[in-house]
């Protein structure tokens, strides 16, 4: 497909893939890496199989993607046009009349098929990915998910049971060292301790499964009579498996709707109004992050070209601060407005007619005035600040070794 754009085209389009590329992967795996920590130490203290840490991590992708397309999209952009300043290239682009508009026709094309990805992310990927983690997780919390029996511990079951396990191998399919202390249905207590066991599921009863202890000795207490012991080569003990209640319906928060859900629900006038201000703010939000994408070519160019004679990579830091906080500008614009304190439309559409007005200012400072820069006053400042702290440290490194030469 690239073979038919002009080499230009093919040029541009090959500065800004690879770094985009990049960014974004990096950027998920950071977002991911953090999740998955903490999911591990949640697994693990509810004592959960680890399998089901990747499958809640698969389910919060698209939101994490979703954070990581306009980042990506931004650095891939700001980078491509850095690396044709610093190299001189973008002069001699304008010089044959190849100006910005011209330069960002790659950059909009890609950034219009991010935006089709978007809203598929955000208004319907998103919404039922994100319940499938919320599933996940109560069914973790609520044992459905096969919560294991800790080792060392004694854990109850079905309030008829008391059960403890020394040791396990196999990952956790042999268990060594079993002590059970049961109530049976003749008000009659059984203390089991048996060296190995395992638990085993039943075809008839699936509520139902079978711990098969062997090597072991039953003490059976009957009141006031001697306790009778028995001992066994192999034994098998029902269990009888909690009640797991069952998980809510999707919907429960306004981020688990979708793009129709969304609309039949923000702006049908007989349901409640604190339930159609949520689902508005909703809307809205999914809505503004998607179309600031459109923006993110210009903020691109406007901060990626350094002034002349300069590598200042301050563009580069002052972007990403941007991006970010904007994005939380529209979270606290949503909480507002969801809890109607403020109309939606402006709540999140303010913030976005400002930022993108601050964004097109900057953008013809650097396209359409001659030695314009956006950010020219913060570069000298930042150039300033960074002389001083270089003549600091210089300063330091005389004075150590003067002192190690005394």
């Known amino acids: 497909m690239l073979k038919f754009l002009p080499s230009i085209d093919r040029y541009i389009f090959r500065l800004v893939i690879v770094p985009m590329l990049s960014v ?15 999911l591990f130490d949640f697994v693990a203290i509810e004592g959960g199989p680890v399998g089901v840490v990747f499958k809640m991590l698969i389910a919060l992708v698209p939101e994490y993607a979703s954070l990581a397309i306009p980042l990506g999209l931004l650095l891939g952009v700001l980078l491509a046009f850095r690396k044709l300043a610093t190299s001189s290239e973008l002069d ?21 098929v ?9 208004f319907f990927i998103q919404p039922v990915s994100r319940y499938y983690y919320e599933q996940m997780e109560y069914e973790l919390r609520s044992g459905a998910l096969g919560a294991s029996i800790k080792v060392g511990e004694f ?13 396990s191998e196999d990952d956790g399919r042999r268990l060594q060292g079993i002590f059970a202390r049961v109530a049976n249905d003749k008000n009659q207590v059984l203390s ?13 009863n699936p509520d139902t499964i079978i711990l098969r202890l062997t090597n072991g000795t039953i003490v059976q207490e009957t009141g006031s009579q001697t306790p009778r012991v028995l001992t066994f080569t192999r034994h098998d003990l029902p269990i009888d498996l909690p009640t797991v209640d069952q998980f809510r319906a999707r919907g429960d928060a306004e981020r688990e709707y979708i793009l129709p859900e ?59 601060v941007m991006v970010v906080a904007y994005h939380k500008v529209n979270q ?58 270089g003549r600091l440290f210089r300063r330091r490194s005389v004075k150590i070794d003067l002192a190690a030469a005394e």
Do not use: C
């Open 92 to 112: 001699v682009f304008r010089a044959v009349g190849l100006g910005y508009g011209r330069l960002l026709r790659v950059p909009f094309a890609i950034t219009a």
């Open 332 to 389: 606290y614009g949503e909480d507002v407005a969801a809890l109607g304190r403020v109309d939606p439309i402006l709540a999140l559409w303010g913030p976005f007619f400002l930022f993108a007005a601050l964004i097109i200012w900057m953008y013809w400072r650097v396209a359409h005035v001659p030695g314009g820069q956006a950010i020219g006053a913060l570069e000298i400042w930042f150039e300033k600040m960074t002389k001083r702290i």
């Open 192 to 204: 089991i301790s048996a060296k190995e066991g395992a638990f085993l599921a039943t075809s008839d």
């Open 262 to 320: 969304l609309l039949r629900i923000g702006w049908n006038s007989s349901l409640p109004e604190g339930q159609r201000d949520a689902s508005q703010a909703s809307f809205n939000f999914r809505l503004v992050e998607v179309v600031m994408m459109a923006l993110m070519p210009l903020l691109a160019v406007a901060l990626g070209v350094p002034p002349k004679r300069s590598t200042s990579a301050l563009g580069v830091f002052l972007s990403i």
């Open 114 to 122: 991010l935006m089709i990805v978007n809203v598929a992310l955000v």
């Open 155 to 167: 854990t109850t079951l079905a309030d008829r049971m008391a059960l403890r396990i020394d040791g």
């Open 24 to 38: 974004f992967a990096i950027a998920a795996s950071l977002l991911v890496l953090d999740k998955m920590l903490r």
